[in-house]
């Protein structure tokens, strides 16, 4: 059984765990991006012309309202301006860190904002931010992490199916 196939077959706890678990190992992406820069990340928004900084904070607080199940800290509102942004291309990321941004995000609205969210598209990004060849491998580890049960089932760990 591929781990695609073992991720829809888990419940709905589960698979937020799996959710949380996958953008916890995304984080880092984000951390390591922003940690690199050697000035506040900065840009301008193409409708009026205005800088803004970029809130390095937001992804992790993101986070940890995903975890908790309430918006800790008005991440909703924190990620109206930045997620226009970056669908406007005013603000651009290198791809796993933009991956890791919208999974992390895309898990705060499933989670906190009750957003029909598919949960396919939260594990893509989440594991979009790695090589490919460790993709169906990472998936397959973390579901064995939340589900003990169907540890070893993951047969076909070289395939997402």
């Known amino acids: 059984m591929t781990p695609r196939e073992l991720f829809f077959q888990l419940g709905a706890d589960r698979r937020r765990q799996v959710h949380l678990s996958l953008c916890e190992d995304a984080l880092p992406t984000w951390i390591g991006f922003i940690r690199g820069e050697p000035a506040p990340l900065r840009y301008r928004d193409s409708v009026v012309g205005m800088w803004h900084h970029v809130d390095v904070e937001l992804p992790a607080d993101a986070l940890r309202s995903a975890r908790a199940g309430v918006d800790l800290a008005d ?15 005013d603000l651009a990321f290198p791809d796993s860190v933009e991956f890791a941004y919208y999974a992390i995000y895309n898990c705060f609205c499933k989670y906190v904002r009750g957003d029909d969210i598919p949960d396919w598209l939260i ?18 580890r973390t579901i064995d992490d939340i589900d003990p049960i169907t540890s070893g089932n993951a047969e076909d760990v070289g395939s997402m199916g």
Do not use: C, F, K
């Open 75 to 89: 991440i909703g509102s924190r990620y109206l301006e930045p997620i226009t942004a970056l669908q406007d291309d």
């Open 123 to 140: 594990v893509n990004q989440a594991l979009s931010v790695h090589d490919d060849s460790e993709v169906a491998s990472r998936l397959a």
